[in-house]
């Protein structure tokens, strides 16, 4: 190989022209290569990700076989680059001089060359981080399904999206000017005090801001669910939005709610995992019932029920001895929590009659009062 490029050299017998050459062959082959890893991309994985079918995946493809592609021309260009700076200490066939001290605007043209180098590289990085912020707010857009949400698909992804490559924009900016030796101090601390004056004015709506993004990644609860926050906001979520949340309660009324207040709350989501939920009845009877009858009695008027889930038997237990009564405890499922109020209903009733047609009493509270008289004696007031 170096024999070659020594012949060539000699057939040449002009140093600046065998550099030039050899620069322009490193940079045909780096595009050759280049050329011929974008073919082996497009006949090997194309065709299998167009069988799966899925954009996303495309995309990937796409945003891949592009970056590297530019990626080896660019390694190209560097090594070119290096090798025509040192090719400076060749000494020349005809004046005995190094190519430096024959043609000494070289290195200004290198060091232009050098910058120029740097800052493609830098806008092509800038370009594939753009890339990718926006393929990393798809596919979470698409884990979450937020496209039932045009809070979420349509303002609040696309201005996270802005605002992160406004930040990437600016470190890049940042890194060009250190490349060119300016001084970016003042630049920085400016911006320092300029971010932390709009933090200032805006802390509450930051604040919301980011509980929503904190929501969103956290996904306690989705719209649709039916949450209850605290323990006096019972409701379906309608709409997560950038700095709040609203909330049907179950009077039909809209309550909208700061998400940095959710945040701090307690959340019980009756939705999650599933719809199916617990209902709980409690009963009392008068002492000396027939505890076995009652039990059955109970599950009895439970089984009844069309609401109930059949693959989970209701259950009923003695709880405790009451002040006036025995106390009862059946417990029933249901498929879905939003028939746990009426099914409560339903079998309040369905007790009270079974009840009523087998005798069994569900006694008043009641006290007995001993009043001790002047006499020593004890009368009993029922």
Do not use: W
């Not at 009451?322 to 405890?329: E, H, I, T, V």
């Amino acid at each position: 190989m170096f024999n070659l490029l020594n012949k060539l050299r000699e057939n040449i017998q002009n140093d600046l022209l065998y550099q030039v050459i050899i620069v322009l062959a490193i940079v045909i082959l780096s595009v050759l290569v280049a050329k011929i890893f974008s073919f082996i991309v497009k006949k090997l994985f194309y065709p299998i990700i167009k069988k799966r079918g899925t954009g996303i995946d495309n995309e990937i493809i796409l945003v891949t076989e592009n970056s590297v592609f530019r990626l080896i021309i660019v390694i190209g260009l560097y090594i070119a680059l290096s090798v025509f700076s040192g090719g400076f200490t060749l000494l020349s066939f005809t004046t005995n001089k190094t190519l430096i001290e024959e043609y000494p605007y070289l290195n200004s043209l290198v060091s232009i060359l050098d910058y120029a180098l740097f800052v493609t590289v830098v806008i092509l990085l800038l370009r594939l981080a753009f890339k990718i912020v926006n393929l990393g707010f798809y596919l979470y857009a698409e884990k979450i399904q937020a496209s039932e949400n045009k809070n979420l698909s349509g303002s609040l992804f696309p201005l996270l999206s802005k605002i992160s490559k406004i930040l990437i924009s600016i470190l890049a900016l940042i890194i060009v000017l250190a490349k060119f030796k300016v001084d970016i101090s003042a630049f920085v601390v400016s911006l320092g005090v300029g971010s932390l004056a709009i933090a200032l004015a805006a802390q509450e709506s930051l604040s919301n801001m980011i509980s929503g993004f904190a929501i969103m990644l956290d996904r306690p609860f989705r719209i649709g669910d039916r949450i209850k926050i605290g323990t006096d906001v019972v409701g379906d979520v309608t709409e997560i939005g950038i700095r709040s949340t609203k909330i049907i309660d179950l009077d039909n009324n809209v309550i909208i709610i700061p998400n940095n207040d959710i945040v701090k709350s307690r959340i019980v989501n009756l939705t999650y995992p599933d719809n199916f939920t617990r209902v709980l009845v409690e009963v009392r009877v008068a002492y000396g019932s027939d505890i076995n009858l009652v039990k059955e009695l109970l599950l009895k008027s439970a089984e009844s029920l069309l609401k109930v889930e059949s693959a989970a038997k209701p259950e009923v237990h003695f709880v405790s001895f009451g002040d006036s009564a025995l106390q009862f405890r059946i417990t029933l499922n249901t498929p879905d929590y939003r028939n746990a109020f009426q099914l409560e209903c339903d079998l309040r009733e369905k007790i009270y009659e079974i009840f009523t047609a087998n005798n069994i009493s569900i006694p008043f509270p009641q006290r007995d009062l001993h009043i001790l008289t002047s006499s020593g004696e004890t009368a009993n007031i029922p």
